[in-house]
């Protein structure tokens, strides 16, 4: 267990060395550039805090993948790397399918994903009602896979299991999933009565050697209409979550004070652990609260209690606040919602600038295309400054679909090539018949 929890932690503070050596490569990708962007751009994009090196776009037949995918299955609506599973040493990574319909409509599916030192997928396997040996019933609707996180080991055996939420009731519940070698089920414990749109693995914050998660519920009238609500939860041995010991964060609990309207959807679809960034003690936990400010989207940086996991104080980022600058939508989207969405999905990205404060990834879905940024952080939990990657920002050329949500989900896998550079995971791509897809960013820091 200790293992994997080193492995976890390692994904979350590894800092990256500042090489002079790697210029070389962003210097020929600036010249290039230069013949088809404007002086602004090419600027701006030699100020980027990191070399883009390429993409990998998984979805059903292409970058190795092979799945019984249907319109509308929501591939990739969350996921997680989740250590390596089938012990290749190659980091695997767990990918939800919330509305596949084995054994009922929208009853839900994951898929464990076996990576290749590429970025493509080398093999999956399926957990649903009627695959991967998950002996389960499931309600129609009870979205299994809405959110999915990799834990670590918990049961000690040296594979690394996963959390899955199926949030919708009657079968409201949180599954920890013992997987075999061969990504299949071994064994799972089902928690009950818990809702978790959003579900984030946040490391090991009450020390005692299990990896600890975060269930999202933006729908919680808590204080007010759709203000929305995090749940901080410990589990014991047996992966039984201690409910005694959750802590709620709304308006209403857990010392968040002012500052939610109703409607903001607090909580979101994740949340991110930046570890004590302001080095006082307090844990930084990134939440989002997508429809803040009309629907513009914020980010709220809580610095959490070491021992209650209280917020102890809180710092608030859309745009024009705190350092980020951006221009956010309001508008109807073509899909009906409202607005820009920031701070939807979002995940720690390690140092990627270098000054040893941790950085954020996050994005607006629905700008465009979808918007990702990386927010270089000040240690006052203020935005120093960002990148935005887009289809026409940020290097990496990316070629979206008009109804693309890209970044609408965001996990951070980390050095998958084993060359140094930082991979992340990025989905909301609409995919081949409506799918869904999922993109691999390959980001090489200065
Ligand atoms: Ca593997
Ligand atoms: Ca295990
Ligand atoms: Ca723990
Ligand atoms: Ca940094």
Redesign the pocket.
């Known amino acids: 267990m200790t293992k994997n929890v080193l492995f976890f932690c390692s994904l979350l503070f590894l800092f990256f060395n500042c090489s002079e050596d790697d210029n070389s490569t962003q210097n020929e990708e600036a010249v290039d550039e230069e013949e088809v962007l404007d002086d602004d751009e090419v600027v701006e994009d030699d100020d980027a805090s990191y070399s883009a090196e390429g993409f990998v776009t998984i979805e059903n037949g292409s970058g190795g993948l092979v799945a019984d995918l249907d319109a509308g299955d929501r591939f990739a609506r969350d996921h997680d790397a989740i250590g390596d599973v089938n012990g290749d040493g190659v980091i695997d990574y767990i990918i939800g399918a919330r509305s596949d319909d084995d054994g009922g409509v929208d009853a839900g599916a994951v898929y464990v994903l076996f990576m290749n030192l590429d970025g493509s997928v080398l093999s999956n396997q399926k957990i649903s009602m009627l695959e991967g040996g998950f002996n389960e019933t499931l309600n129609a609707g009870n979205f299994f896979g809405y959110g999915v996180a990799g834990i670590g080991d918990y049961d000690g055996d040296g594979i690394p299991d996963i959390a899955v939420s199926a949030p919708v009731p009657p079968n409201n519940s949180l599954y920890i999933i013992h997987l075999n070698e061969d990504g299949t089920v071994k064994e799972y414990v089902k928690n009950e009565s818990i809702i978790a749109q959003g579900l984030t693995a946040i490391g ?9 998660l975060v269930a999202c519920d933006p729908g919680s009238n808590e204080g007010g209409s759709n203000r929305g609500a995090i749940e901080i939860l ?1 589990l014991n041995e047996r992966s039984e979550v201690l409910n005694a010991r959750s802590v709620t964060i709304s308006s209403t609990q857990g010392g968040f004070g002012e500052g939610l309207e109703d409607q903001d959807q607090f909580g979101g679809r994740e949340t991110a652990i930046l570890g004590d960034i302001d080095n006082d003690g307090s844990i930084e936990l990134a939440v989002g609260a997508f429809m803040s400010d009309g629907g513009k989207g914020a980010i709220w940086i809580l610095s959490l209690d070491a021992e209650t996991f209280n917020v102890v104080s809180k710092t608030k980022i859309t745009e024009g606040l705190n350092g980020f600058t951006e221009t956010l939508d309001l508008e109807t989207n073509p899909n009906g919602t409202i607005g820009a969405q920031f701070g939807h999905a979002m995940c720690a990205a390690g140092d990627i600038d270098g000054d040893g404060i941790t950085d954020l990834i996050t994005g607006a879905n629905q700008q465009n295309e979808g918007n990702a940024y990386i927010l270089y952080l000040n240690s006052d939990k203020t935005v120093r400054s960002y990148d935005k990657i887009s289809a026409a920002e940020g290097g990496f050329d990316l070629v979206l679909d008009s109804g693309d949500r890209f970044a609408r989900s965001i996990s951070y896998v980390g050095d998958l090539k084993g060359d140094g550079s930082v991979a992340i995971n990025f989905g909301g791509g609409v995919g081949v018949g409506g799918t869904g897809s999922l993109y691999t960013l390959f980001f090489r820091p200065n």
């Not at 090991?204 to 600890?212: A, Y």
């Open positions: 090991d914050i009450d020390n005692d050697g299990r990896i600890d410990f």
